[in-house]
Nanobody, 115 residues
Framework: QVQLVESGGGLVQAGGSLRLSCAAS????????MGWFRQAPGKEREFVAA????????YYADSVKGRFTISRDNAKNMVYLQMNSLKPEDTAVYYC????????WGQGTQVTVSS
């Protein structure tokens, strides 16, 4: 059974940093593009970033480009999102999944950025 478990969220002031982690289990994800997504209150879930199966290619939403960095460790089945220069508009629940999403969503991890 596939499981995606996100962690690392929290409350941070604007301009601060957080590092999110995603532990994937149940099958091998080393050949999948993996992504991070987020959902703010009252809004649709949106794409944030993705990393190719080799880690050699990365993709970002315009709103986070230059501030967020996605990476992965295939040996550990882990995906990471380093978030710097956080803004209040980054406040959301963050999720990981394959890209495009096809696995059941995990519980996500809450990121709250105060102004």
């Amino acid at each position: 059974q596939v499981q995606l478990v996100e962690s690392g969220g929290g409350l941070v002031q604007a301009g601060g940093s957080l590092r999110l982690s995603c532990a994937a289990s149940g099958r091998t994800f080393s050949s999948d593009t993996m992504g991070w997504f987020r959902q703010a209150p009252g809004k649709e879930r949106e794409f944030v970033a993705a990393v190719s199966w080799t880690g050699g290619s990365t993709y970002y939403a315009d709103s986070v480009k230059g501030r967020f960095t996605i990476s992965r460790d295939n040996a550990k089945n882990m995906v990471y999102l380093q978030m710097n220069s956080l803004k209040p508009e980054d406040t959301a629940v963050y999720y990981c999944n394959v890209e495009p999403p096809k696995e059941a969503w995990g519980q996500g991890t809450q990121v709250t950025v105060s102004s």
